[in-house]
T-cell receptor
Framework: DGGITQSPKYLFRKEGQNVTLSCEQN?????MYWYRQDPGQGLRLIYY???????QKGDIAEGYSVSREKKESFPLTVTSAQKNPTAFYLC??????????????FGSGTQLSVL | QQQVKQSPQSLIVQKGGISIINCAYE??????FPWYQQFPGKGPALLIA?????SEKKEGRFTISFNKSAKQFSLHIMDSQPGDSATYFC??????????????FGQGTILTVHP
């Protein structure tokens, strides 16, 4: 979707386990984001990064960690400290489109479930 | 946290009817209001957006109506089709003041259009 690839599409986590969700973009965007989607709650921002080697906490960062070592990649780790990790996770990037201003592009998401 | 409240949570419309989804925001600094459409198992995609200096924006069968004094905006889908069945999210952001992807999303509306 829009040059953003998330993997895997489905992921299962055992209790006490850390898992990492992959997000890669080929849109040459500087800014990347991770959102969590729960039924009836919309999308909530976990972390975002405006430039390589820098990232900021969003509204619900507890129990999550990220890295931004390359412009194309923004992996999200769901740690064992996240007690309710079951959700649909969406990665996004934003960039300026000539004549249209800045736009946000989403990947196809990863559904994380707890075993 | 400044919220965007969206209603209804779910909506059922007959083919050819008008679908109306409403949103209300609190943050008067918001200056950009996009709507996203999401199909099951996919990431959201930008559908249409409006800035508060206009009261209405139309793109094909989709129209945003904006009431700045009431801090409300709505999406109207004319001649609704079964292919419009999806989840719709409204959002708001102070586009000039922060990272673009830090949108505040509404809770989402599940639209079902019956043939």
């Amino acid at each position: 979707d829009g040059g953003i690839t998330q993997s895997p599409k489905y992921l299962f986590r055992k209790e006490g386990q850390n898992v990492t969700l992959s997000c890669e973009q080929n849109l040459n965007h500087d800014a990347m984001y991770w959102y969590r989607q729960d039924p009836g709650q919309g999308l909530r921002l976990i972390y975002y990064s405006q430039i390589v080697n820098d990232f900021q906490k969003g509204d619900i960062a507890e129990g999550y960690s990220v890295s931004r070592e390359k412009k194309e990649s923004f992996p999200l780790t769901v740690t064992s400290a996240q007690k309710n990790p079951t959700a649909f996770y969406l990665c996004a990037s934003s960039g300026r489109i000539r004549g249209q201003g800045e736009k946000l592009f989403f990947g196809s998401g990863t559904q994380l479930s707890v075993l | 946290q400044q919220q965007v409240k969206q209603s209804p949570q779910s909506l059922i419309v007959q083919k050819g009817g008008i679908s109306i989804i409403n949103c209300a925001y609190e943050n008067t600094a918001f200056d950009y209001f996009p709507w996203y459409q999401q199909f099951p198992g996919k990431g959201p995609a930008l559908l249409i957006a409006i800035r508060p200096d206009v009261s209405e924006k139309k793109e094909g069968r989709f129209t945003i109506s904006f009431n700045k004094s009431a801090k409300q905006f709505s999406l109207h889908i004319m001649d609704s089709q079964p292919g419009d069945s999806a989840t719709y999210f409204c959002a708001g952001i102070n586009a000039g003041g922060t990272s673009y992807g830090k949108l505040t999303f509404g809770q989402g509306t599940i639209l079902t259009v019956h043939p």
